[in-house]
């Protein structure tokens, strides 16, 4: 509110100095300082804050309209500009405010050309708040698209991680229960390559638990590929048998 006020104010203030006896001789020095002014704050103090710097071009554009005899100025356009950067930047009351101010303080300069034309001014003048309101609102629109946008992307992303986590963890954990099978076929092949003289009742056993541990083996590799893909992957049935004990023919 406080800043709203101060926005009112600028416009009637700035037109008492620069109409005033005393200090409207210097107006257009004091347009110069407020140049000046803007561009030492611009690239000293007001880095990132686009309100403050606002405000100094309002007032240096304020001071240059008025330097230049305010109504008939060649510069009455930054007028219309500063009335939608105002609403944009600071709030909608703001920006009509400011434009009302303008408005009263220039009503009595209407008819000094033509009644009509001078109207039409100040009407284009109180117009070009709802301009700036209908752009400000395509503005916050796009705005607000593009976060979503972003927000999308921010999930998708967060949804790859957390599945590249998961299927991570069900490699480890398929690779950590393959690993004792395999290896028990592995140690029972290497006593059966390794001893050709076993008994034919221990040639059987170290046989069977192969062929126990591969089927195991197996189970863990479909379970993977339920777990990875999401679907049930029908898959042939293997009859089998127990080994059958070998006896040795003496």
Known sequence: MKMNLVIWLLAPVIFLI????????????????????LIIDVFSFSRGNEKRRLLDIVIFGLF????????????FFVLYLLTIGITFVFTPAAGLG????????????????DVAY??????????????????????????????????????AKEAQTTVEKLLANVVTYTSAELRAPLVNIKNHAHLLLSNKKLPAEKTDIYLHRIYESSLTALGDINRFDEESTGKVIQRGQHKSSEPQTTTGSS
């Open 18 to 37: 620069t109409r005033n006896p005393l200090t409207g001789p210097w107006r257009v020095l004091l347009a110069f300082l407020a140049l000046i002014w």
């Open 64 to 75: 240059l309209v008025g330097a230049t005899n305010w109504f008939f100025s060649p510069f």
């Open 98 to 113: 400011f434009a009302i101010s303008l408005v009263l303080l220039f009503v009595f300069n209407v008819g000094e050309v």
């Open 118 to 155: 001078d109207s039409l001014v100040l009407l284009s003048l109180l117009g070009t708040f709802p301009v700036a309101m209908f752009l400000r609102r395509e503005y916050l629109k796009l705005q607000e698209n593009q976060k979503i946008i972003l927000i999308l992307e921010k999930q």
